[in-house]
């Protein structure tokens, strides 16, 4: 590139400069730059000085402050920071004590904290006034203080100022400030924010906003939230975790997630599948805003069951069912993607939890219950929660904070700087329901639009995923859970808060045995050499439709659904397996076992000969009122056929194995005598015992106050006693008692209770009624405390020696808990004795003193009446005897018996009497394609690892073990007809079985 020519008129070009002195020319120095001259300093600011006065003022709030005066205080400060404000002051807003303030002096606004203007020193008015100084008090309100504030100050915003919605960052920014100076003092460095630049930069924003100028404040803002970022770095350098969770119920209406995700900051929103499908139902746009927020990554769902049942309280298979549905609920409204943590607003922890959560996908879990209950608390944020079979899930154990309460705002930076000086990972979450929240909770959201002042704001499974995994494991015990389900259903006037799980669980077996029937027929039937393609097509859908009555607590549809599903099924395996019509055919009835346990069991024999005479599998019958009623020996998982004529060429049943002898109940095992004073029970026994193991009686609590400092109680008395039936199947007698108040000696209720035991059978079975109750005391109940205000069947044993242990998934597990919460069974051992005390689903118990225990029947608003128990002597699996007492046994006539295979037999079985079978179903399509098959649910019972072998009534060419999301576990061995299967102590285990 050339440059033009000068021209003739222009000045000579400058000379060029000097060549450089030599090395060894003498040194001179340089001339000295002339100095520019200095600025002249910028006249300091004036204005007025503001000052918010209030209690605990740099020190952690006192336990007993209550919301109402925490908003107060919240108002008070952040009010000072509006805009409109700042722009008249000299300095940023400064916090003082209202029981120690400065001196005020000219030009100084000290505002108080509403309702506080008496923890002033005395005097304090009168020299404010006499500095010059203006003191006002707050109003409840922040905008209507900051109306009052620029009225008393003479404050006219100018139309140039920005809308008053801008107004809120600069409210919030001194809320942080606030917080941020607590954080600060807490952490050992009150000094540690830079007022200076802080003043400097809040001011400037405040100048812009009055004049208008939106960039500059938005520039100035973010550069004030940075220090005080800087200042929260300067105590804390790396990252602090806060984990936002709002929470979402069916009930909620629409618009309830909308509402959350105005703010594009991390939020997590935990919601059972219920809820989620109610909000994607009555707001399908907000459905599709939260998965588009999911997959951006600033929003998550945490959840884990369709409802948030009462799970430690269900059969297994009910909460099996609760996770199989919410995981397809979840799919069907998020995108198809998986929830990965397991976590409940209400109370649903239990040692149980990780194995379930895993075999349904789960990696993460929220070890807390925000709805009240026992549970253990663990100090640091983070462990493995380990169940008992080895499964574990990474499990935040830190309880939150509740972000829709003011007192814990005041709270926040000091158990933040709690867990920074403390746990490894600073981990804060908080909590909330969609609507109302807290003032300070939306100040801090907004916020951290500007700066992550406190730390990183994280979804619940960022967090797991960013955080370091921890090495230490927890394995907590069942006596560390108690649930508040009890006091909850009373609060709530529940008409059933105890009945309703007894009716539960008898629904519940009955669906098992469906689905049973239902598997073991299409098996039978698919296994002709003839069978048609159609034979295995089955329609899954009056199950399913059943099921999900049962558990969404539509009882009175589920019983109707099922009685027609059982009529249906046993029908069908029983044409599967009877014989073709025949001229030594005889009429009768085939019995089926849906357990995976023997059992000797009384059922009724419609329209059969009222003098059957032992054959086969029929031990005793005997004529009753509802009809002809026989005790029929029936394999596990198996049939047995019984005549319906009698064979007169028989021998009678043998007399005496089950007789009546005044107050006393015999069988070949059990002898019950009654009480002839109250009408309870006054011993259960082994026969050839001399000393009875177990006694029982009704007593009503919360009828009058303490006598000797112990709680006045209603006890029975005997009105009448009736032996209804004594052999040659059957011995029955009933007593009817009254309760009487302790020291008015009235009539309370009216006990019937009946006590049956079959011959053959071990099992000593009650009903018990409740009749008449006192109307006064029902009133007291419904509004009463349950564990202390009740009616209950009293159970008491001779040794307080005796070890207790409750059934908890199916496993007998030694309690020491108070109330021992199990539906199924109580076991009382000695070191040669074993008695078990079976509720058929009644979950409720209460130790008293030593040696009794108290099942509760009647409570709060308890309408139930009628309840069913039964006493187990010297059973080793007391799971085999509460699964017998619940579980039917369908007959069906037939005119075509016996069966070709003979008059006894079983369909399939395990070897181990410790591994309990829950759940038998057919599927059409085994997973890989190999044909029809069988999906079996077994527990493993005594905290033993079992190896054992399921067999089935034909030969399997396939098997393989599943979790319950259909992911493979690995390929199992199939020898013969059996399935060889190890399961882990305590582990739920799923195996598929292909036949086809």
């Not at 003092?185 to 630049?197: C, F, L, Y």
């Not at 397991?342 to 075999?359: E, K």
């Not at 242990?805 to 030694?814: H, Q």
């Not at 037999?905 to 997973?927: I, K, N, Y």
Request: net charge negative.
């Amino acid at each position: 590139m050339t440059t033009p020519d000068a021209e003739p008129n222009e000045p000579s070009p400058a000379p060029a400069p000097e060549p450089p002195a030599g090395i060894l020319d003498p040194y001179t120095e340089p001339p000295a730059p002339t100095p520019a001259p200095e600025a002249a300093d910028a006249p300091p600011r004036t204005g007025w000085t503001l000052t918010a006065l209030i209690p605990d003022a740099g020190r952690e709030p006192s336990a007993g402050l209550t919301d109402a005066e925490a908003q107060a205080v919240w108002c008070a400060v952040t009010a000072l920071w509006h805009p409109s404000l700042l722009a008249r002051a000299a300095a940023v807003p400064r916090i003082e004590s209202i029981t120690a303030p400065t001196s005020p002096g000219r030009d100084e606004l000290r505002l108080v904290v509403h309702g506080l203007l008496d923890r002033l020193p005395s005097g304090y008015a009168t020299q404010a006034e006499d500095a010059g100084a203006v003191l006002l008090e707050s109003s409840p309100g922040r905008d209507r203080t900051v109306r009052e504030l620029q009225t008393r100050l003479d404050l006219a915003v100018p139309e140039s100022a920005l809308p008053d919605d801008s107004a809120r960052d600069f409210l919030a920014l001194g809320l942080v400030r606030w917080m941020v100076r607590d954080l600060a003092s807490a952490m050992g460095r009150p000094d540690a924010i830079n007022e200076e630049a802080l003043a400097r930069e809040t001011l400037a924003a405040a100048d812009a906003w009055v004049g208008g100028d939106s960039g500059a404040v938005a520039g100035r803002l973010k550069a004030a939230f940075e220090i005080l970022t800087q200042a929260r770095e300067s105590v804390y350098s790396v990252d602090a975790y806060l984990v936002d969770i709002c929470l979402l119920d069916p009930a909620l209406p629409a618009g309830s997630i909308a509402a959350m995700l105005e703010t594009k900051l991390a939020i997590t929103f935990l919601a059972p599948a219920a809820a989620i499908e109610a909000q994607a139902t009555l707001d399908p746009e907000a459905a599709a805003a939260l998965n588009q927020a999911i997959t951006d990554g600033w929003a998550d769902v945490i959840g884990g069951t369709y409802a948030e049942a009462e799970d430690p309280l269900l059969p297994i298979e009910s909460t099996l069912w609760q996770f199989r549905r919410g995981g397809e609920v979840y799919r069907d409204h998020l995108d198809d993607r998986n929830v990965e943590t397991y976590a409940r607003r209400r109370s649903g922890l239990w040692p149980q939890v990780p194995q379930l959560g895993r075999r349904h996908g789960y990696r993460f879990a929220v070890h807390v219950a925000l709805d009240g209950g026992r549970f253990p608390v663990r100090r640091e944020p983070k462990r493995l929660w380990e169940s008992p079979e080895g499964s574990s899930l990474e499990t935040l154990f830190r309880p939150p904070i509740a972000a829709d309460r003011p007192s814990q705002g005041l709270m926040f930076p000091w158990k933040l700087a709690a867990t920074m000086r403390i746990d490894h990972v600073a981990t804060l979450p908080l909590i909330h329901w969609p609507a109302p929240v807290a003032s300070w909770y939306l100040d801090l959201r907004r916020a951290a639009t500007h700066s992550p002042v406190f730390g990183r704001w994280a979804t619940l499974n960022d967090y797991f995923q960013l955080t370091d995994r921890p090495y230490e494991t927890f394995r907590p015990e069942p006596d560390e859970y108690a649930s508040p389900y009890l006091a909850q259903a009373v609060a709530a006037r529940d008409p059933a808060p105890i009945s309703r799980f007894a009716r539960h669980h008898r629904l519940r077996a009955r669906i098992e045995s469906a689905s049973w029937l239902r598997a073991l027929a299409k098996a039978v039937a698919a296994s002709r050499p003839d069978a048609a393609a159609e034979s295995i097509a089955v329609d899954q859908s009056p199950i399913d439709e059943a099921e999900a009555a049962l558990e969404t607590r539509r009882y009175d549809e589920a019983d109707p659904a099922l009685d027609a599903l059982e009529t249906e099924w046993s029908g069908a395996l029983a044409r599967s397996i009877a014989a073709e019509a025949r001229p030594d055919a005889r009429p009768g009835y085939l019995v089926f076992n849906p357990l995976g346990v023997a059992r000797k069991l009384a059922v009724m024999l419609p329209d059969a000969s009222p003098d059957l005479r032992p054959e086969g599998a029929l031990i005793a019958a005997q004529l009753t009122d509802e009809g002809v009623a026989a005790v029929v020996d029936l394999p596990a998982f198996g049939f047995a056929w019984i005549p319906r004529d009698t064979d007169l060429e028989r021998p009678a049943a043998e007399p005496g194995k089950v007789s009546a002898s005044g107050n006393v109940l015999k069988n070949e095992t059990v002898e019950v005598e009654f009480d002839p004073d109250s009408g309870g029970l006054r011993g259960v026994l082994a026969i050839g015992e001399s000393t009875a193991r177990l006694a029982l009686q009704v007593v009503m609590t919360g009828v009058g106050r303490p006598v000797d400092g112990k709680p006045a109680v209603a006890r029975m008395k005997r009105e009448k006693f009736e032996v209804e039936f004594a052999g040659p199947a059957l011995v029955q007698a009933v007593s009817t008692s009254v309760l009487i108040h302790p020291t008015r000696g009235n009539t309370l209720a009216r006990i019937v209770l009946r006590c049956r035991l079959w011959t053959g059978r071990p099992i000593v079975e009650l009903d018990l009624g409740v009749r008449d109750l006192d109307s006064t005391w029902v009133g007291h109940a419904a509004g009463a405390d349950p564990w202390e205000h009740h009616l209950a069947c009293r159970w008491a044993w001779p040794d307080a020696t005796s070890t207790i242990r409750r059934l908890a998934f199916l496993a007998p597990e030694t309690t020491a808990a108070e109330r021992p919460e199990t539906p199924d069974a109580i076991d009382v051992s000695t070191r040669r004795q074993r008695t078990a005390m079976v509720f058929g689903g009644l979950p409720y118990h209460k130790k008293v003193g030593g040696r009794m225990l108290d099942t509760l029947l009647v409570a709060g608003s308890e309408t139930g009446r009628d309840f069913r128990l039964a006493i187990v002597l010297d059973d080793e699996h007391p799971h085999q005897a509460a699964q017998d007492f619940l579980a039917p046994a369908p007959v069906v006539a037939t005119d075509t018996g016996p069966p070709p295979i003979g008059d006894r037999g079983w369909l399939m079985r395990t070897d181990s009497r410790s591994v309990a079978v829950t759940h038998v179903g057919f599927l059409p399509e085994t997973f890989d394609g190999r044909g029809w098959g069988l999906d079996v649910h077994l527990v493993e019972t005594t905290g033993y690892h079992a190896r054992c072998r399921l067999q089935f009534f034909r030969n399997p060419t396939w098997a393989r073990q599943y979790d319950f999301q259909g992911e493979t576990q690995g390929d199992l061995s199939v020898e013969g007809d059996a399935v060889w299967l190890d399961l882990m102590a305590g582990e739920l285990y799923r195996v598929v079985v292909a036949f086809g």
